[in-house]
């Protein structure tokens, strides 16, 4: 009766958080007690929220209350202390709730250390004792504390499930291998445990040797991303002098212009002043020479005039012309001229070049590009918006749908002359260039609903705009590739080569591009992805997206994808 009281008094005095006895007890307004440390933790979760909760009855309180020392169960802590009663050790804690149970424990169950496949139930350190002790228990299997026990029984039979049926792969007990299962292929659990052991071994080893290779790839890949990096840095520093050296060479030449002019502009205005002061005191000279002789027609004497008009009327000859004659020059116009034209020539060889270093960052490809893809959810992936540019358009395609959609009318159309502008052959690019991995498809139309004669192309921005058809048409020329479609017949065109092309065909077909591994595919898009022709050539410069119309009424629209 004295061990009940202890053990009851042992219970009523631990905390309700770490399960021990209490340490420093401290109350809650709702009477609970709590290890101090145990409260203040909890408490301190709660800061947040700014409401705090007594983690027994859950009633909730603002603000934080404040923590008093229950001195009663202190005292009483400490006395019992006296009589030997200590915290549980740690071989005996208490199950919590992601813990197995003991399930001999009657009372506050402990954790459970082992579990016996053959009793089919967990037990603590102190309820396992006697599977060490009693001969009869030696041959039970004890493993790891495991809550799914129960899933050893059969649900049929009530008993062990020691055999494994290898027909219905599933565990059995005996009485299912002589009724339901009878003339299955079956044998222990253990001899299928032995064999799946030696394939989850090998599956491990593969496993294993797969977790070595990754790493090895791991190791490349950030070796690889340290030289990407590097190489970058090199190139970014590399191109920064290069320009600032451009930039230099601009403002020299700049300030060289500047200079020329200035001094040019003193110079011959120097020579406009000398000439201006010198004709100025020419004026003047005449002024006098006129005002003595206007003085002398006054003069009444005779005698004294005729004496006086030889040495007046005598003119000294002039230095300069009668008249200044002046160039028919535009003074400094023509060296804004020369400066614009510099700007033109540049900007062009930047454009062109920009175009080229553009490309050339783009094949900058570490990894090898992925296959391609099978199905059409695969190339959408890829789908890029395309539009058509007006000023490539021939003057008889009338585009629509937000330049989308090319018409070839009876009429030309109005359009400003543009050097872009496709003349004679009814073609028009897009006006997005293409590189990288792009997708998009192309709906053809004539007035009867089907595909009667028309092309799809890409070609590089610089393909001639007007002459033979060795310079501008799409496919007959090294600057653009065409699937071609007439009634009856197919072919796709390259550098004037023809190549036959079979296969079903409806009004839609897809075009992938794989700029940087030089891939071009063509596909008839219906309910499944049918390859119509396949280019494996190399791409130097961005392609655009090309359509060629041959009938009059037909047209052709770049599709929107989802």
Same mark, same amino acid.
Request: hydrophobic share 30%; net charge negative.
């Given at each position: ?102 399930? &001999?424990?009657?009372?506050? $169950? ?12 967990? &037990? ?109 840095? $090199? ?7 290069? &320009? ?74 002039? *230095? ?131 595909? $009667? ?30 699937? &071609? ?54 791409? *130097? ?22």
């Amino acid at each position: 009766m004295e061990q009940k009281a202890v053990q009851l008094d042992q219970e009523i005095i631990s905390c309700p958080i770490c399960l021990d006895l209490l340490k420093d007890p401290v109350a809650t307004p709702c009477g609970h007690s709590y290890c101090k440390n145990c409260i203040k933790d909890h408490w301190d979760t709660e800061d947040e929220k700014r409401i705090y909760s007594c983690p027994q009855c859950r009633k909730s309180f603002i603000p934080r209350p404040e923590l008093l020392k229950n001195t009663m169960l202190a005292a009483l802590v400490e006395e019992l202390k006296k009589t030997g009663l200590q915290a549980a050790p740690a071989d005996l804690c208490y199950a919590g709730p992601e813990d197995v149970a003991c399930d &001999f424990c009657t009372k506050r $169950k402990l954790k459970a250390v082992k579990s016996c496949l053959v009793c089919l139930v967990s &037990f603590c350190e102190k309820h396992l004792q006697p599977h060490f002790e009693i001969p009869a228990y030696e041959k039970h299997k004890l493993v790891e504390p495991s809550e799914k026990l129960q899933e050893n029984i059969c649900s049929r039979h009530d008993e062990v499930m020691k055999m494994f049926c290898r027909t219905d792969q599933q565990c059995i007990c005996y009485l299912c291998s002589v009724e339901e299962h009878k003339g299955h292929d079956t044998v222990s659990a253990a001899a299928e445990r032995t064999e799946r052991q030696r394939e989850l071994e090998g599956s491990r080893h593969n496993i294993q040797q797969r977790i070595q290779d990754r790493e090895e790839d791991v190791k490349l890949l950030q070796q690889e991303v340290e030289a990407i990096n590097g190489s970058a840095d $090199k190139a970014v520093e590399h191109s920064e002098k290069i &320009f600032t050296q451009l930039i230099r060479l601009m403002e020299e030449r700049r300030f060289d212009v500047k200079q020329q002019v200035r001094s040019q502009q003193e110079t011959e205005v120097s020579r406009v002043k000398e000439l201006q002061e010198k004709l100025e005191q020419e004026i003047t000279e005449l002024k006098r020479k006129d005002a003595e002789l206007k003085k002398l027609s006054h003069t009444e004497d005779h005698n004294q005039f005729l004496h006086n008009y030889p040495s007046l009327s005598a003119l000294s000859e002039s *230095t300069h012309s009668s008249s200044i004659k002046i160039r028919p020059l535009k003074y400094f116009e023509d060296v804004t001229a020369a400066v614009s034209e510099v700007r033109d020539k540049l900007q062009d060889v930047l454009r062109e070049t920009w175009t080229n270093m553009s490309l050339i960052v783009t094949h900058v490809d570490v990894l090898l590009s992925p296959s391609e893809p099978k199905t059409r959810a695969d190339f959408l992936r890829y789908s890029c918006e395309i539009t058509l540019d007006p000023n490539t358009a021939n003057p008889e395609l009338l585009l629509s749908e937000g330049n989308r959609k090319a018409t070839l009318m009876q009429q030309r159309q109005f359009y400003f002359d543009h050097p872009d502008r496709f003349d004679g052959w009814c073609q028009v690019l897009s006006r997005e260039s293409l590189t990288g991995r792009c997708y998009w498809e192309v709906e053809w139309r004539d007035r009867g609903g089907r595909w $009667k004669e028309g092309g799809i192309a890409v070609a590089y921005k610089n393909i001639s705009r007007a002459g033979s058809p060795d310079e501008c048409g799409f496919g007959f020329n090294k600057k653009s590739w065409m699937l &071609f479609h007439n009634t009856g017949h197919s072919e796709f065109w390259h550098g004037n080569a023809q190549t036959p092309v079979s296969g079903p065909w409806s009004s839609r077909v897809g075009v992938y591009l794989d700029h940087s591994a030089g891939i071009l595919s063509f596909y008839n898009v219906s309910d499944t992805m049918t390859l119509l022709h396949r280019v494996q050539t190399t791409f *130097t410069w961005p392609l655009y997206a090309g359509l060629n119309i041959g009938l009059c009424g037909d047209s052709a629209e770049i599709c929107k994808l989802k």
